[in-house]
């Protein structure tokens, strides 16, 4: 690996923001309380990006996270120019210039002068046709480009960042670009990093991914939330980088939330795939062998990450229109809630489909009817079936916009004509049906995405973001079977006495990522979670294929579960659509263990 001059000392990146909605509160912290070098967000998911570029055709001044302007810059303008704050955010959306000229706008109230510069090239709709002659397929189902496209965008990586803040930028506005390339860019410029820096920018992108959902690696979702004190005033993480690229992540003191090498190595499983294989445009990462140690109260250093050539090619994430969809709920109680609330929906449905019939209007796409309270979601494995107050979700899918309307009319009448205990829709008035948004995600070669940093009105053209490397997964080594099944006499127990996991979702997939709560455990792992068992576990939810990848240096596991979502995002009709549930449902799977183990499992419950 070619060795690049590298910046002494240790640099502080905080991260106020982990999807656009975040709480106005942790840039104020950050600020104030937090001594950061870089303040870097993250405001972008698929769904979102279509969004935008809805928006934008509205109003050619939109599309962009209006959050980061207002709660952000216009607040703490004059508090970031004092500091020397570096700012990175992907808050651009599909429209970074309207951004760019909202922060100036805000700079100009607050009484600031702060150079700002915008990463152009993620967006590739005008060139769809090119790439439909091209012949560009979906990369998990080799599906064509769709005919009608809604938002077309290349997940940028980290150096064209950098290469804005060496022009002396003190904001930094994106489009897409992946959500750790806005703290791995502030560290290829702190640190001058070059693209031959393998294990460096693999380290920094690991740091980018812990730290990119905000309090999330702070003890939010933490599978043992009950040791976390301070929900209402959760520490946002400050991550102290060296040059090397690993790091010491803390929080403003004072603040709310945990930081242990539990909180921090579930994060790290959040939405990832091959653990081995983490590809972003600048690296392949291998987290593998990433190790957390606590080193303070709150405060663990994270090392270990690994890095390979990149890949020719950049993700593109694709949003189109497919029709429409409606989702609705009222509640029923009293005995048999469950059954009366189930018989209730399909009584619904089964009415509005004659009423099609006889208005020529075909029939429902997809129908989702999810009893909520009498455990829905979790399928077979439900143990509320006797509950006596019960949320009930109809949703589906139609070609018809007016179908749709229909269905959400005749919810309402049941309450007087239907089964007892219905006591009325929620929300005021009749719910209206929208737009289905779909994701399709295809790769593009790198070659094909000139990127350009505009600054002071200056265009500085990179003819591509990030290096070309040739990875393929047909370098990596074959992962070694399941441990041999447990002999002599056990128990069951419920996965989470052994474990702590972490879920997330990437399209129409769900990861679930599970660890060992102790070293001797993780053998017990290996032979009862497998990749057979999690299939099993989960028939109800799943169409596709299990995978399962071992990770070393945390004693645990990834699974990527395909076809598990409905479609994902905007597109499921699901009660859990981006899987943010779905470790808690396997951590309640039954798992057999030796006695010595169930006995000491008792004596810590």
């Not at 670009?177 to 990093?193: E, R």
């Not at 006889?358 to 455990?375: C, F, L, P, Q």
């Not at 981006?578 to 419950?605: G, H, T």
Request: glycine share 12%.
């Amino acid at each position: 690996m070619t060795q690049t001059k590298t910046t002494t000392g240790t640099v502080r990146v905080g991260c106020h923001s982990g999807f656009w909605g975040d709480t106005e509160t942790a840039a104020v912290q950050l600020v104030r309380h937090g001594a950061v070098d870089y303040l870097v967000s993250d405001y972008l998911a698929e769904v979102t990006m279509s969004i935008m570029a809805a928006q934008k055709l509205r109003n050619p001044q939109a599309g962009y996270a209006t959050d980061f302007v207002t709660a952000v810059m216009a607040p703490l303008a004059r508090e970031i120019a004092g500091q020397g704050i570096k700012v990175v955010t992907n808050a651009g959306g599909v429209n970074p210039l309207a951004c760019r000229d909202a922060v100036l706008k805000a700079c100009e109230a607050a009484g600031v002068t702060l150079k700002v510069a915008v990463v152009l090239g993620d967006d590739i709709l005008p060139r769809a046709e090119e790439l439909r002659s091209f012949g560009v397929r979906e990369m998990d189902t080799g599906a064509e480009l769709p005919a009608r496209i809604a938002s077309m965008n290349a997940y940028l990586g980290g150096f064209p960042i950098a290469r804005a803040l060496a022009e002396g930028a003190d904001v930094v506005i994106t489009g897409r670009c992946v959500d750790s390339a806005v703290t791995l860019g502030a560290l290829i410029h702190a640190f001058d990093w070059g693209m031959d820096d393998l294990d460096r920018l693999a380290a920094g992108t690991l740091c980018g991914h812990i730290i990119e959902c905000g309090a999330q690696c702070n003890g939010g979702n933490f599978t043992d939330w009950q040791l976390v004190p301070g929900y209402d005033d959760m520490g946002f993480p400050i991550a102290e980088v060296e040059s090397d690229g690993s790091f010491v992540l803390s929080k403003p003191e004072g603040t709310g939330g945990l930081i242990t090498p539990a909180t921090v190595a579930e994060q790290m499983l959040y939405e990832i795939g091959d653990p081995r294989a983490y590809i972003v445009p600048d690296v392949v990462c291998d987290f593998t062998g990433a190790t957390y140690a606590q080193v303070a109260k709150d405060r663990v250093r994270v090392s270990g990450a690994k890095g390979r050539p990149a890949t020719d090619t950049y993700k593109v994430s694709t949003t189109f229109p497919d029709g429409y969809k409606l989702s609705s709920i009222f509640m029923l109680g009293g005995r048999e809630a469950v059954a009366k609330g189930r018989h209730s929906a399909e009584s619904i449905v089964k009415k509005t489909r004659r009423m099609f019939a006889d208005k020529g209007m075909a029939d429902y796409r997809d129908v989702s009817i999810e009893v909520i309270g009498g455990e829905a979601t979790y399928g077979p494995h439900a143990r509320a079936l006797d509950s006596r107050e019960v949320v009930v979700k109809i949703a589906a899918k139609h070609d018809q916009k007016e179908a749709l309307s229909l269905l959400g009319r005749e919810i309402a009448p049941m309450s007087t004509g239907g089964v007892v205990g219905m006591t009325g829709s929620f929300g005021a008035g009749r719910v209206s049906p929208s737009p289905v948004i779909r994701m399709f995600s295809c790769l593009v070669p790198k070659t094909m995405v000139p990127v350009t940093v505009d600054i002071d009105g200056k265009q500085i053209v990179l003819q591509e973001g990030a290096r070309a490397g040739g990875f393929t997964s047909g370098q990596l080594p074959v992962e070694a079977p399941p441990a041999a099944k447990l002999s002599g006499a056990t128990a069951e127990v419920p996965l989470v006495a052994l474990a702590y996991g972490r879920s997330g979702d990437k399209g129409d997939n769900a990861n679930i990522g599970i660890f060992a709560r102790k070293p001797e455990y993780q053998p017990i792992l290996d032979s009862e979670v497998t990749e057979e068992a999690v299939a099993t576990y989960f028939a109800h939810r799943i169409e596709g294929k299990v995978s399962r990848w071992r990770l070393p240096g945390i004693n645990g596991f990834n699974f990527l579960l395909r076809q598990a979502l409905g479609g994902g995002g905007m597109a499921s009709l699901k009660a859990d659509p981006l899987a943010k549930a779905f470790a808690q449902m396997l951590l309640d799977m039954p798992v057999r263990v030796p006695a010595e183990v169930l006995a000491a499992v008792k004596r810590q419950s």
